[in-house]
């Protein structure tokens, strides 16, 4: 996990203090993890998935968690939009989260018809 953690901060470009400032986890500590001479705890495990946009199973399992696609074009597609800015990619998440909470809504509303 912590060269994962590593990868992850020095693709951002950032130090060990630097991040600290970003999520709030110790400088020290986050080097620890680096180290792998500590585990971050459930908590810690969410900031830095969160800061750094990837599931959790991503810093324990690596890309392998990321391969678990079905659909071979989602995939490429999610590779594609991968590549895209930050505010895209925002735009692209808002619009997938909207359409699946409203798949839900319907499908509860035809279980209640039933």
Request: aromatic share 8%; hydrophobic share 30%; with cysteine.
């Amino acid at each position: 996990m912590g060269e994962r953690l590593r990868e992850l901060r020095k693709k951002k470009g950032l130090s060990l203090r630097q991040l600290h400032k970003e999520i709030g986890i110790s400088h020290i500590t986050l080097g620890s993890y680096e180290r792998g001479a500590s585990q971050p705890t459930i908590n810690n495990c969410y900031k830095l998935c969160r800061y750094f946009g990837v599931p959790l199973e991503y810093l324990f399992l690596g890309k392998e968690s990321l391969k678990n696609f079905h659909d071979v074009d989602l995939v490429v597609l999610f590779n594609k939009i991968d590549k895209l800015d930050k505010e895209d990619r925002v735009i692209i998440k808002n619009y997938l989260n909207k359409y699946l909470n409203a798949k839900n809504e319907l499908n509860k509303i035809r279980k209640e018809g039933e």
